[in-house]
């Protein structure tokens, strides 16, 4: 065992200190007193009898409000000064009242929750219980009550909520973006909600948890279609094109203008029917798939010859179109100019997306699923008050993950939108579960949230009383239009003649490895061949020395161009067979290719 | 092609039986438990020749894919599941994941070679197994030195012996010298001293040969380092760690028909290639089954039939199974393309296309399966 504890200072050895403790407590006291620097951080590590000392980028710090002697530093006579604007937030730092703490020192702190918790042990109080959580998980509504794992799904796929983006998204052009219709404040809120309060994630709506027909198994949910027809759900998604109308060497430039036949890889006059006369797409017209925005042709490359310049032959088309799968109705044209003084065209499509058959959806407690079934309002299930739920949510869902806080705001919502205000759910800091039961009694429902419901179908009551109320949802950023794929004949890659890869290529789903040997596993060979005759090909081999032969088209004969001779037989073999022989051929190596009659 | 048609379904009966024996004992004592009426009787008989029948794989059905499939798939789990062991404390023997490698990739040294010794009839008193325990026990000089000192002007290494240790193990001090053979030097034992010097007076060496003295084997089997003698099913057996059948099997009272070691090597080097195979297909179903993994033995047969085919073992992979294909094409597009492609170049290779994944290279109908029929007919009017 070492005497004396090591000093290191980013990771490099300067000292050691006898009285480590003692050590630390004096760094940590001249930092409170400004005569270090409030981004420096001291830990004692006593089971390696270590001090570490860091000032370097890259450690997440959060601040803590200083106790000392069982005493928060943030007296009453701070706390007056801060409310009477004397004191902002640099004064408390620069006065040691509040501290950042890196992950390191956090070690060696005792933090109290809340200010009247603190015992004489404490080191530090949080300024407040939410600030234990980051912005996302600070949006969930009684975090403490779900399991920890919940909290981190939550907060996952409250970043891929459609929302309202930025305050001045109609004015912006991101590449592409998604924007909710009619976003609303949630019911339940939490501190961090309130500050977020312009950039609502998502819409209140009636949920019911059960099941209908099964169609909400594995985490589905069934969505009212009359709810969805007025607007639930609703969003928009943007793509802005750009394109510029470039200057080149030589005075030659691109011109925006709708294509001419004879331009090289001119579209054919039907592409280009939306273009107005100055080349440019007009606002509100609806484009698909490969449809022109911006006609533009652009002068070949390498031939900058004066002779040339002219040629409309040799020009070639180089519009912007929009991206295979995509579609909508254009937004807004901006034109503009970059910093060369080039014209820079953008343009933005707007598609308005109604929720569909396996859009993505989730609460705030990592509650997510896809839509299984869109049931009209009649077929609905019904209150005896005629309230329709918009979701039917499976609860099965819940034993399992345990997400005590969603029932909990679930109840917590009705009692809001009885009362016609918003209920706060920050973490630790709310009304006590056992006061929104009886809230909600009080409101003349029973206090487990439970009703009687009606079977839309038959309008008969269904045996079992339902957990009903509101909650607060999000449509996520995974829609099956941006994901929906299929393709029977297809573009092939030039190398190996087989499929390409991908939605965005029109590519095909491989039968890899694994798929092949279970259909070797099940002896069907002959749909294993069929299966891999993507890149079916003939080749023409020589018999007599076994190599690939030449077939002239031309003149539609076929012989050896090594022996000279037209003894050739055609092989069936895949295109990436006779790829392999090439390359076997260019090792060096002389591949004989036998052929038998069969 | 045309001779796999030859191949005619396998089937009982063998030896006039219309059934495998195991199955026909399971029948008889089905019976005798419940006896029914003969009609009944030989209807019962008839149902479980047809489920038997039905069961037994098709010609040409490829039970290596099947078999790898079987066995990989548990495999996969086996990954994902081995982590929750990790720092488990108790005996190290190694098993899951790492031990289905070493059996398949044939390792000659395993991480933990153990032994199961069974004892015969005449020697199953504690006695005696303790006895042949401590013979097996590898002791090194270091277990019975107690005190060690290097001694630079006399050009020599001083140990104290720890006495009533060695008369423990019934090792005499006298004759100790003698047990302990290290190279160039002269070990003499004077009361409870032992010392060894070098034949060459030079002090450098000294440091070294302490560290070979105190590693030097005194008594028992090299390389045994534990020995754990346990009452199994009520007969006395010793558990060792560390594996070394040629020596175990020459001591007195070893019952050396029933000895194991987990050992695959070993065991093919002592006893042969069947008892090679058979090492083989215990130590997978072991493993498995202690992951509580469940899989037919019969995947595990073939897996090590065809590691043995050759009458040693070979291991599954670049260096065996896999990289001694005839076929020079799918040893290609195994692993080492450029190195068998060449080779086959220079050796003037022949692929006859016979096997199941050269023909899926060229994209012809594989001979498996459906494939591996052809209809044979005759046009009337034609030769």
């Not at chain 1, 080749?539 to 020395?545: F, L, S």
């Not at chain 2, 040629?246 to 093919?268: A, M, P």
């Not at chain 2, 990289?323 to 022949?350: C, D, N, W, Y």
């Amino acid at each position: 065992m070492k005497d004396k504890a090591d000093i290191y200072f980013n990771g490099k050895r300067i000292g050691e200190a006898a009285q480590p403790d003692l050590y630390v407590a004096n760094v940590r006291k001249k930092r409170r007193m400004g005569l270090l620097s409030i981004q420096l951080n001291a830990v004692y590590y006593p089971e390696f009898r270590e001090v570490r000392i860091s000032t370097d980028a890259g450690r997440v710090r959060r601040p803590l409000i200083i106790v000392e002697n069982g005493k928060s530093r943030l007296t009453e006579a701070v706390r007056a000064k801060v409310d009477a604007g004397q004191a902002d937030w640099s004064f408390l730092v620069a006065h040691g009242i509040v501290e950042y703490l890196d992950a390191e020192e956090e070690e060696n702190a005792l933090v109290a929750l809340r200010e009247d918790q603190i015992g004489k042990d404490h080191t530090h109080v949080e300024i407040d219980p939410i600030s234990l959580l980051g912005l996302s998980a600070g949006l969930i509504p009684y975090p403490e009550y779900n399991r920890g794992d919940r909290i981190n799904y939550g907060a996952k796929m409250v970043g891929q909520s459609i929302g309202v983006p930025t305050g001045n998204y109609l004015l912006r052009t991101d590449t592409k973006f998604n924007a909710l219709a009619y976003p609303q404040v949630p019911l339940v809120e939490t501190k961090t909600s309130k500050v977020l309060s312009e950039f609502p994630e998502g819409q209140n709506i009636v949920i019911a948890v059960g099941c209908y027909d099964g169609y909400n198994m594995e985490d589905a949910v069934i969505l009212n279609k009359s709810s969805i027809q007025r607007g639930l759900a609703r969003s928009f998604y943007f793509r802005t094109y750009e394109t510029l109308k470039k200057r080149y060497w030589g005075g030659q430039e691109d011109a925006i203008q709708i294509p001419e036949p004879g331009i090289k890889g001119f579209r054919g006059e039907d592409a280009y029917k939306d273009l107005d006369a100055d080349g440019i797409i007009n606002p509100m017209s609806f484009v698909t798939s490969d449809s022109v925005l911006v006609g533009k042709i652009s002068p070949l490359r390498f031939l900058t010859t004066e002779e040339f310049a002219s040629d409309i032959e040799n020009k070639r088309e180089t519009s912007v179109t929009i991206k295979h799968g995509e579609r909508g109705l254009v937004d807004t044209i901006f034109i503009s100019e970059t910093t060369d003084a080039d014209q820079l065209f953008k343009i933005r499509i707007r598609d308005a997306r109604q929720p569909e058959l396996g859009d993505k959806f989730a609460s705030r407690h990592g509650q997510k699923g896809v839509v299984g079934l869109l049931v009209n309002q009649e077929d609905m299930p019904f209150t005896g008050r005629g309230v329709v739920p918009d979701i039917i949510f499976n609860p099965h869902a819940i034993p399992s993950r345990m997400t005590i806080g969603q029932l909990l705001e679930i109840i917590a919502a009705k009692t809001g939108a009885l009362n016609g205000e918003t209920v706060d759910a920050s973490a630790f800091d709310h009304m006590k579960d056992e006061d929104i039961r009886k809230l909600l009694k009080r409101l003349g429902f029973r206090d487990d949230g439970k009703e009687v419901l009606y079977d839309g179908r038959t309008g008969k009551a269904f045996t079992v009383r339902i957990y009903v109320g509101i909650s607060f949802y999000m449509k996520l950023d995974h829609m099956v239009t941006d994901k929906i794929h299929a393709r029977s004949r297809g573009p092939v890659t030039l190398l190996t003649k087989q499929p390409t890869e991908g939605r965005a290529k029109r590519g095909g789903l491989r039968i890899g490895e694994m798929e092949q040997q279970c259909l070797i596993g099940h002896g069907a060979a002959l749909t294993l061949k069929e299966r891999f005759d993507s890149d079916k090909a003939f080749m023409p081999v020589c018999t007599k020395c076994g190599m690939i032969a030449t077939h002239d088209v031309a003149k539609n004969r076929t012989f050896c161009s090594i022996c000279k001779e037209s003894s050739i037989q055609w092989v069936e073999t895949s295109y990436a067979f006779k790829l392999t022989l090439d390359e076997i051929k260019s090792m060096g190596v002389y591949p004989n290719v036998q052929v038998e009659e069969l | 092609m045309s001779d796999t048609i030859a191949h005619a379904p396998l089937r009982w009966p063998v030896n006039g039986q219309s059934l495998p024996p195991k199955i026909e004992q399971d029948v008889k004592d089905y019976l005798a438990r419940s006896p029914m009426p003969p009609e009944r009787e030989r209807e019962f008989r008839e149902r479980v020749r047809e489920i038997y029948e039905r069961i037994l794989y098709s010609p040409e059905e490829p039970v290596g894919v099947v078999t790898a499939q079987s066995l990989s798939e548990p495999a996969t789990q086996m990954t994902m599941r081995t982590y929750h062991f990790a720092g488990t404390a108790g005996i190290q023997v190694t098993l899951g994941l790492p031990r289905m490698l070493e059996i398949f990739d044939a390792r000659k040294d395993p991480r933990t070679p153990t032994m199961k010794v069974y004892i015969k009839k005449e020697y199953q008193t504690l006695d005696h197994v303790k006895r042949i325990a401590e013979n097996i026990k590898d002791i090194r000089a270091k277990d019975v030195i107690s005190s060690v000192l290097i001694d630079m002007t006399d050009v020599l290494v001083k140990c104290r012996l720890n006495l009533p240790k060695l008369q423990s193990l019934e090792v005499d001090p006298e004759r100790l010298s003698k047990l302990l053979k290290i190279r160039n030097t002269a070990v003499t034992v004077e009361g409870d001293a032992l010392m060894v010097r070098p034949k060459k007076k030079d002090i450098t060496v000294l440091h070294k040969l302490k560290y070979t003295v105190l590693e030097s084997h005194v008594k028992g089997i090299k390389d045994i380092s534990q020995v754990v003698v346990s009452k199994e099913d009520g007969e006395w057996v010793i558990n060792t760690l560390g594996s070394n059948l040629k020596k175990v099997f020459e001591l007195e009272g070893v019952d050396y028909t029933r000895t194991r070691s987990n050992n695959i090597f070993e065991v093919y080097d002592v006893l042969g290639i069947e008892a090679g195979r058979e090492a083989i297909v215990r130590e997978t179903a072991f493993t498995m089954d202690e992951q509580g993994l469940v899989i037919d033995v019969r995947y595990i047969l073939l897996l090590a039939d065809t590691m043995c085919v050759e009458g040693g073992i070979k291991p599954i992979g670049r260096y065996g199974i896999s990289g001694q294909k005839a076929s020079p094409l799918v040893r290609a597009s195994f692993e080492e393309t450029k190195k068998h492609i060449t080779a086959a170049a220079v050796k003037g290779e022949r692929d006859p296309f016979v096997g199941t994944v050269e023909n899926i290279m060229v994209n012809q109908v594989a001979p498996i399966g459906t494939g591996a029929y052809e209809l044979v007919g005759r046009i009337p009017g034609k030769k």
